[in-house]
């Protein structure tokens, strides 16, 4: 009889025990034990993109096409304001070309034109701009998760539950 009190004793505790929080540095999270499709992060930072830009374009020429000495403030400060990163890239090589400052192009576009008005402007062929700005595109983005913290990153499915919070 305490031969079996033991045993069923040994068996709660270790239930009970069981239950407690081991911690050896690596976490799993439950849906990883399931095989469950694996989040992509998105990568949503403009001070990445503006560090990455400021990089890959060389800081001297950014800082003279935005006539600033902190360039890549600027570039983060568009972003914001909702312009599309591969239209500050064609805003950049435009400006850049025609000896322009980013500022005269993007006041254009604050101002309800269209980058087809800019080019135009500018005589500049968008078609062509688009191709050789894509290309540097992949490139800045390439170099963004250097940038980016991880705590920062958000899921997808964050990203869905702040756009539902917000309307």
Known sequence: MKVLIIILSLCFFLLESSNAQVSLGVQIAPQ????AKEEKNVINSADAF????????SSTS??????????EKEIGDYVR???????????????????????SLADDIEKGKTLEYVA????????????????????????????????????????????KEKK
Request: charged share 30%; net charge positive; aromatic share 8%.
């Open 62 to 71: 950014v800082s003279e096409v935005f006539k600033s000495t902190e360039p």
């Open 32 to 35: 990883g034990l399931s095989g």
């Open 81 to 103: 304001k909702g312009f599309y990163r591969q239209e500050m890239i064609i805003l950049f090589v435009m400006a850049q070309e025609s000896s322009s400052t980013f500022k």
């Open 120 to 163: 135009k402007k500018k005589k500049a062929n968008l078609i062509e701009m688009f191709k050789r700005t894509e290309k540097i595109k992949k490139k800045i983005e390439a170099r963004m998760i250097l940038y980016i913290d991880p705590a920062t990153v958000k899921s997808n499915n964050e990203t869905k539950q702040n756009n």
């Open 50 to 57: 503006a560090n990455s830009f400021l990089l890959e374009l």
